[in-house]
Nanobody, 117 residues
């Protein structure tokens, strides 16, 4: 059973920064961890992913502004968000992809981010 706990969301002015953190616990074989976000009234979409081979992927809308980092010793994945825009507003979810007979996916409870003008 995997548990993910997110923190770091909040209210920030456009152009500002926030850092989200996600800590994983439980038993799993890690394949990837990622951050997704869900704007109000829209579907959840990928923001950034860290893969077990050390590579990272970003949504085009956040490239150059957001940075995902992984601390495997602490089982945490952080998302540094800089130059925040109004359209970054939404609920951010941590996701863990685990290897097994089938791939399994776990989600955190979500942390809200509100960017104001």
């Amino acid at each position: 059973q995997v548990q993910l706990v997110e923190s770091g969301g909040g209210l920030v002015q456009a152009g500002g920064s926030l850092r989200l953190a996600c800590t994983a616990s439980g038993s799993y074989r890690l394949n990837a961890m990622a951050w997704y976000y869900q704007p109000p009234g829209k579907r959840r979409g990928l923001v950034a992913a860290w893969l077990n081979d050390g590579t990272t992927n970003y949504a085009d809308s956040v490239k150059g502004r957001f940075t995902i980092s992984m601390d495997k010793d602490k089982n945490t994945v952080d998302l540094q968000m800089d130059s925040l825009k109004l359209e970054d507003t939404g609920v951010y979810y941590c996701n863990l992809e685990a290897l097994g007979p089938t791939m399994t996916y776990s989600w955190g409870q979500g942390t809200p981010v509100t960017v104001t003008s």
